[in-house]
């Protein structure tokens, strides 16, 4: 019923910027179930950032350099990157969550979308 299409991902220099974005569309959607995953080479997908009902969570990793934001009108979802590590290196997706639990892989998903960075 979802379908996400991201874009912004490519190769930087430590401590340099990249903005992702998420464009949804379909039958449902709701910004407080938008967020974002990344998932490195032999490690477990992991939680960026993402709405919920409530507020806003964060991996502590990236607490202080990520920032998400919408765009209700859009159906977009952005993930500002600053002071990008080498360990921010991943494959991100874009997520709509279907399951309450925050944190929990579910839902619909985008392509993915490549971040390196360099040291």
């Known amino acids: 019923q979802v379908q996400l299409v991201e874009s912004g991902g490519g190769l930087v220099q430590t401590g340099g910027s990249l903005r992702l974005s998420c464009a949804a569309s379909?039958?449902?959607?709701?910004?407080?179930?938008m967020g974002w995953y990344r998932q490195a080479p032999g490690k477990q997908r992991e939680l960026v950032a993402t709405f919920t009902l409530e507020n806003i969570k964060y991996a502590d990793s990236v607490k202080g350099r990520f920032t998400i934001s919408g765009d209700n009108a859009k159906k977009t979802v952005y993930l500002q990157m600053s002071g990008l590590k080498p360990e921010d290196t991943a494959v991100y997706y874009c997520?709509?969550?279907?399951?309450?639990?925050?944190?929990?892989?579910?839902?619909?998903w985008g392509q993915g979308t490549q971040v390196t960075v360099s040291s």
């Open positions: 997520n709509y969550r279907t399951l309450s639990t925050i944190g929990v892989p579910s839902g619909y």
């Open positions: 379909g039958s449902i959607f709701s910004m407080t179930r």
